[in-house]
């Protein structure tokens, strides 16, 4: 692929993520006045309310919305080549039913802000290693792996219908809230936290497109071209899990980006992943800093799930792309 | 000296051997093809060779090093592998299917440099699929296709080729083109080429070679004279054969002889 594209387009993803973080800022509940976001980003220092909700509630926010949507971004297209399908996703291996599990256990027993984040991941962690313990009896093909992933989300899915059968109605609701996805600031410490971790990783990932590459002409052929195939898959499969698992602990189920995301990229830049890996980590940063904004002044003064909108616009904008393509651009 | 020597090589995949006790040298520069029938362990034997299946017992020699024992990427500089082709799920460009294959001589965080996209122009020239460097692979034909893998492979710069049916599902006129490409690059770059054919003829005309497995084990190995049988093709395959002289090359040509030819006829 041709560099000075390849420029343009990261140009391009560039300023678009600036953008939505500049309208993120200027978004909320609150109205703050354009002046205010641009005085309060210089003099971080002064006190005053503007100051207040934008260090407090729209910053973490921001961060939020970048981590989890690079993380999901990233890892769809980690997983959708390492299993070599297009419709493999950032949860197809169990990691989200882990995770809701642990979000359902700790609302019932009434575990909020940082247990809960801590119940959730340990959720995540808990999935990963049993599909890791299953496939690994069996060389990790990915047949097996897809299958263990897909089982035991069946399994936490529903050991979670369980706890709702014998949970109050209330603890109910707020924990089919929490599944929903949501971008609301739990607790800034925890944002920074999760960023600290989930952006080092993302970052650590971009060198190893080319292995991406290798992977998914197959295992054979990524071992003839002097891969190590299975340690490969089985880096991936781990750094992706843990980056998934930290984005379900703070922000719940966020569906679809990280389907979505990889299939757009791939259609506007072509398949290489050195380049697909890094503009898929920014467009889902995009993509959900946008859809976050539009959830909260959809229905104003409420706000949505921004899981909700993530789900229905990356639905709609995925038939539109399905009928406008070739049967091999799909994949 | 071998470039490759293979002692007592017995591996398999599940509980039992596919191929057993296997013995082999292939000198420098050889074109060897190898034979048999279905299942008769030739796929095995080749991921063997390729490091993808481990031995079981024996071990494989490359320039007198235990295979085993050289890194993959080392192994990948030196040694190209073809095998069937598997559809890729992403369609990547011709160029960018071909410059994988310069992958094993750079790490990670070293870009492709100036020498890779020498070599990658020099391949496409050589085996003449520029016209399609722009293309989608996946929208390439059968021809075109076993093309391009070629020159993945070429791009490699390797010094053993291996090739697992680079003739299958192509119709005759690609398949003589495809070989005779590969005996071409052969001579012309000094590489050792290892072929699966089931093709007998082809194997005939192209190979000096071959060796004929039958049930993981070589029933015969040698020059096509000794080894192209009609004794050993009928035993080895089951079935009736002819074998005469090829009127061009003086090679054997196998006659196939259907079932119900060898009934006795009807007086009429």
Redesign the interface.
Known sequence: MNRNKVFLIFIILGLGLLMAVFLALITGGATISLSMVIDALIHPQKAGIGHTILWRLRIPRAIMGITVGAGLAGCGVIFQAILRNPLAEPYTLGVSGGGALGAAISICLGISGFPMVGMCFAGCCSSMILVYGISSIKNFSNTVLILSGVILSFLFSSTVMLIFALARTRDVHNTIMWLMGNLSPINTTLINITALIVVPLLVLLIPFGRDLNLLSLGEEKAMHLGLDAQKAKVFFFIIASIITGACVAVSGIISFVGLIIPHFVRRAIGPNHQVVLPASMLAGAIFLLLCDIFAQVIIRPLELPVGVITGIAGALFFIGFLINSKDWEIM | MAILKIENLTTGYDKDPIIKDICLEVPYGSFLGIIGPNGAGKSTLF?AV???LPPWQGKILYKGKDIKFIP??????EI????QF?L??????VE?FIL??R??HRN??EALGPNDYKIFEDVIDLLNISRYRKK?V??LSGGEMQRVVLAQGIA?EPELLLLDEPTSHLDIGHQIKILDLIKYLREDKYLTVIVILHDLNLASAYCDTVVLLKDGEIFKSGTIHDVLTYKNIEYVYDTAVVVEKDPVLSRPHIFLVPGDALKPKDAT
């Open positions: 991921k390729a490091k993808v993959r990427r080392e192994f990948a500089k190209s592998i073809l095998s598997q890729m799920p992403f369609s990547f460009t960018d994988m294959g992958y094993p990670r965080l989608k996946s929208s490699q």
